[in-house]
């Protein structure tokens, strides 16, 4: 079977380039046709940077980086550093990557590419604010129908949010974006914090993919021990949540997690609770059901795939 094709958009962050280094280190599985960047964790210009540094470290500068929104499509930018440090990808030693950024804008190569692939053909998978593809959806209405899937980490329900008491981080930075997609009808796929808080990385994991030896693995490693050092108050062990890299897991692995199909929307009104993704979990409104919400995850099988795709790296 061939691959399956996924366009990664991303906002790097430590815990995008886990996701980015599992997906490349999938190629029987993944094939990642490009990768376009918004800002969201970091301001753009860095957001882009990271990506860069990421293709490289997997040895895979062969995969285009398209630069695309700045910011959101209503608010002021809200970043992470405090999560992420000044980088966003603080912990590792990467170089100042030599690839060039593509000249095409990341809105613009979202368009072109999914106008030109076979209708269901393309996955896109958003690791940040949905600021890219909502524009994309607003600018070519007529790439929703020709997306297979969007496989998104954002939002949440059960666990509340974790930028405000209500919101994700990744839908509170553009609640706008987020609300054009799962109101677009694309089939939707949403791994959020309710599902990556159950996806734990242990120390004794950690130290399984460093002594693994690949250069990868080893600076994987290094920035998860900067990432780690966040959530101290909030989690109660010392594992920490990676929870982009759930999205890759999902698309490699669907079996080992827990989810429903619901309807879910985005409250873009209310000034306590814009970002929030409303689920209807237990279907009470009679609303279509747009999307596929992953509550849990196996931790142990997850861990293991990852840690084995990574590695594979040089």
């Not at 366009?7 to 599985?29: K, Y």
């Not at 630069?67 to 002021?76: D, E, L, N, W």
């Not at 190569?109 to 600021?131: F, K, S």
Request: proline content about 8%.
């Amino acid at each position: 079977m061939a691959p399956r094709k996924i366009i990664i958009d991303t906002d790097p962050g430590q815990d995008d380039a886990f996701a980015i280094l599992f997906a490349l280190g999938s190629p029987a599985e993944l094939e990642v046709v490009g990768i376009t960047t918004v800002g969201g964790n970091v301001p753009l210009a860095l957001t882009s940077k990271n990506a860069l540094k990421v293709v490289e470290l997997a040895g895979r500068s062969d995969v285009p980086v398209y630069a695309g929104c700045p910011g959101p499509m209503v608010k002021k930018l809200m970043t992470a550093e405090y999560v992420h440090g000044k980088t966003g990808l603080d912990g590792a030693d990467l170089p100042e990557p030599v690839t060039p950024l593509q000249s095409e804008h990341g809105v613009n190569y979202l368009v072109r590419a999914i106008m030109d692939a076979p209708e269901g053909e393309l996955t896109v998978c958003t690791l940040g604010p949905m600021t890219n593809l909502a524009m994309a959806m607003t600018m070519e209405p007529r790439i929703i129908p020709r997306l297979r899937e969007v496989v998104l980490m954002g939002g949440g329900f059960f666990e509340g949010g974790n930028a405000t008491p209500a919101a994700e981080f990744n839908i509170f930075v553009d609640p706008h974006a987020a609300h054009k997609v799962f109101d677009s009808g694309v089939p939707l796929t949403m791994a959020g914090i309710d599902c990556t808080y159950t996806a734990m990385m242990t120390l004794e994991w950690l130290d399984r993919l460093r002594a693994t030896g690949s250069r990868a693995a080893i600076e994987a490693a290094n920035l998860a021990d900067f990432y780690r050092q966040y959530g101290s108050h909030k989690f109660g062990t010392p594992g920490r949540p990676i929870h982009d890299a759930c999205v890759t897991g999902y698309l490699l692995a669907p079996e080992i997690y827990e989810k429903r199909q619901c309807a879910v929307t985005v409250d873009i009104v209310s000034p306590e609770t814009i970002g929030m993704t409303v689920v209807d979990w237990w279907h009470v409104t009679g609303r279509r059901k747009n999307c596929n919400v992953l509550r849990r995850i196996e931790p142990a099988p997850f861990f293991e795939l990852m840690l084995q795709r990574i590695s594979a790296l040089p």
